[in-house]
């Protein structure tokens, strides 16, 4: 499908915190600067506003990510 913005394949192990303060953890899929597709065993609500937390790693040291969002698909 056509998207925005090119997305890149990348696994890091990722905690998903949602506005009731649930957290559940996943892993990224792809990330790209339009979203980020995380893999987890719940499924979540459409819509449900969420912060996303990983470690990405650039140059062999990890570099903390924070992303707010929204779920898109589910």
Do not use: N
């Amino acid at each position: 499908d056509a998207r925005a913005s090119a997305r890149l394949a990348l696994r890091y192990p990722a905690v998903l915190t949602l506005l009731d303060e649930s957290k559940h953890t996943g892993w990224t899929v792809d990330l790209s600067y339009g979203g980020i597709c995380v893999l987890t065993e719940t499924r979540l609500r459409l819509t449900q506003y969420c912060a996303v937390r990983f470690d990405a790693m650039l140059d062999g040291a990890a570099l903390p990510v924070l992303a707010l969002g929204q779920v898109a698909y589910s």
